[in-house]
């Protein structure tokens, strides 16, 4: 695969064996979408063998040993589709969550669920409101579907500008989308104020609150969205298995929602448990309590993240107060050139483009990841 751009080689090899000319377009929609024309013009492989993957906000600790000795003991199950086991699961997480399990529906890894909250907005032919930059996927499918999308830019702390955000929303708005901890950006509104403009918001249309990153904040400080939903509110909380629980190649995510909402997304979906598979159930429940895990995972990352964050403040280079597993930081060289720099010395990041200037997104590794990237980002520059 060396030397072949992870892209270009699906594309062909799908377009050799299905022959089919909407092919690109599916394509795009599997791969992570370039955020940036830096990353568009950037061809060189993301499979790199020893590359070091700090693009993908991955927990480089996962999974938990809990979760791996459960996906062991799950073998056995593996030749059952999951439909009780996905039954079941919902139960447990309506319990968890304290709501039904009408109120929940689980997909592969939250993506799925972003993708067919976006198709729901886009085929009703309404607009979505979201910070920009943030994780985009919810927008990208409603826009397919025929929706525009109002960007409102994050202030200059990198925070959601929940008054412009509130301004931008009009009659015809089918949702806010909101992510808390924010990706890129890394960065975390107070959750009194955040809940508070949730709540007002969702008078007047459907709140989707993405909280992928919410176990990195500390666990007394975290606070979800779901009350809302307990109250009645039109909220959409997501959650996902892919990051402090360090299962992202296993992919489980899930939303709370009124029954209602649940129901209209379901539609989009190929649910009821054949989109699931029994070993992610099985690690999902097994580390889903795992306070330990999950302590060990926020102390080492805010370690390996100091790491950067110490070399970026010597080197006078500015970058969002991040709480969660990522940095983001004004590109201190053109972002092709960094980009193609840093895989060379070993090292996978992204390249955002946002106000007129090219960014580097930069997740959080081990701290020798995280000092190997310095060493390398210090040669660059
Ligand atoms: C904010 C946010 N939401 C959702 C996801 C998707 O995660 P997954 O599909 O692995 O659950 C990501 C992945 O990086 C993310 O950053």
Redesign the pocket.
Known sequence: MENVSRRKWFKSAAGLTVGFVSIPALVDQLMAAPVSEAERLHTSSILKDGIVRLG??ENPYGPSPKAREAIVASLNEGNRYAFEATTSFKKFLAQKEGVTPDHIMI?N????L?CVAGIGVGLEGKRVVSPFP??R?LMDFAERMGATWDRVDVNGKLELDLEKIASAVRSDTRMIFL?NP??PTGTLIDFNAYQNFCEEMAKKTTVYS?E??LEFVEPSQQRSMVELIKKGSDVIV?R????IYGL?GL???YVIAQPDRIKQMSKYQMGGGININQAVLAAAKACVDDTTFMKMTREKNATARKVLEDYLTKRNISFGKSHINLLFFPAPVDGKTILAQTEEAGYQIRVWDYAGKEWCRVSIGTQEEMQGFVTALDKIL
């Open positions: 993908s906000n997909g890894g939250s993506s799925e972003l943030t994780f996927l992510v924010n990706n993405d992928a990153y997501s996902t298995f892919s990051k992202a992919r489980l995510g």
